[in-house]
């Protein structure tokens, strides 16, 4: 290596950072020199079609429900938009030596929900532990803006080792299914297993 040559490879990067930090400030200054505020990018969830189901309104009436398997579902199948939502069920496929503790898969299962925290807007969904120790399962239905899956949950760092199935609300299985979830309080059977932890993203 000839003398000086580190020193320039040192120099090359330092160059380029501050053109970078002259053409960010440039780029966030009017032609006074007054901030300009970025404009986010809109989120496709909200270029939809308008939707005639309203979210907000339906999870704080369905949330409030004290039937929330019979009555609370019922209703949502009269005012429920297949054309604006999508229901899915999700199904955690472990690693090996996973759902074997309770507290750790409930931590698993709560790590999840947390990750999704900011996208409340476009979702809800009831999440359970299942089973019972050393063959505990992590399995949810989710209610989602759209057809298809959101990029919100494709983005989800651990949202790839779920398995994905879209619901169909004229299929009786899948309503049993969608009321046994939505419906399920701790202690009780649900998808053939007992449920351990019951939490929702809501």
Known sequence: ???????????????????????????????????????????????????TFDLFNFKTFFVNHKDKSGEAIDEMLKIYDPAGYSIWFLHYDKYKGEGEVLYKTENLSKGF?????????????????????????????WLFRGTTIPQEAIDHPQFEYYKQRRMDLNDPADVALLRAFWGAKEGEMVNGMKAQSVMWHK
Request: glycine share 4%; no cysteine; proline share 10%.
């Open 113 to 141: 929900l947390q990750r999704f925290d900011q996208f409340r807007k476009h979702a809800f969904a009831r999440h359970i532990v299942l089973g019972e120790e050393p063959s505990l399962e992590i399995e949810g239905v």
């Open 1 to 51: 290596m000839k003398p000086g040559s580190k020193l320039l490879t040192k120099e090359k990067p330092k160059v380029a950072v501050e053109e970078k930090k002259v053409a960010k400030k440039e780029a966030a200054e009017d032609e006074d020199g007054n901030p300009v505020e970025e404009k986010k990018a809109p989120n496709p969830l909200d270029l939809l079609p308008p939707s």
